[in-house]
Nanobody
Framework: QVQLVESGGGLVQPGGSLRLSCAAS????????MGWYCQAPGKQRELVAR???????NYADSVKGRFIISRDNAKNTVYLEMNSLKPEDTAVYYC?????????WGQGTQVTVSS
C-alpha cells in the first residue's frame, strides 16, 4: 500500500516563500512520477509541477520561475519550493504519485497567501 503525507502549508504574506514536502511509504517512489496539484475553491484540481523518475520537470505557466519541484529518492520525499507567492496561489495543494499501476493522492495541505 502506498501512502502520501504532505506537510509545510500555512499562511504567508504576498511575496513570501513556503516549502511543501510529501513523504511516500512503500518501495516504488524511485520509479514513480511525482506531482503537485492545487485546487482553489470552486475550481478544478490542476497541475502545478511534476518530476519524473529521471528528474525531468515541467511546470504550469503560472508558476514558472517561481516554484521548484525536486525529489530525494533516499528519503522517498518530493518537495515544492514556492517563492514570490501571490494571493492567487491560495489553494489546497495535493501530492500525487503515479506509475503504470499506481495513482495515489495525499490528503492535501492548505496554502493561503494573504496580507
Amino acid at each position: 500500500q502506498v501512502q502520501l503525507v504532505e506537510s509545510g502549508g500555512g499562511l504567508v504574506q504576498p511575496g513570501g516563500s513556503l516549502r511543501l514536502s510529501c513523504a511516500a511509504s512503500g518501495s516504488i517512489f524511485s520509479v514513480a512520477t511525482m506531482g503537485w496539484y492545487c485546487q482553489a475553491p470552486g475550481k478544478q484540481r490542476e497541475l502545478v509541477a511534476r518530476i519524473t523518475s529521471g528528474g525531468i520537470t515541467n511546470y504550469a505557466d503560472s508558476v514558472k520561475g517561481r516554484f521548484i519541484i525536486s525529489r530525494d529518492n533516499a528519503k522517498n520525499t518530493v518537495y515544492l519550493e514556492m517563492n514570490s507567492l501571490k494571493p492567487e496561489d491560495t489553494a489546497v495543494y495535493y501530492c500525487n504519485l503515479r506509475t503504470v499501476v499506481w495513482n495515489r493522492w495525499g490528503q492535501g495541505t492548505q496554502v493561503t497567501v494573504s496580507s
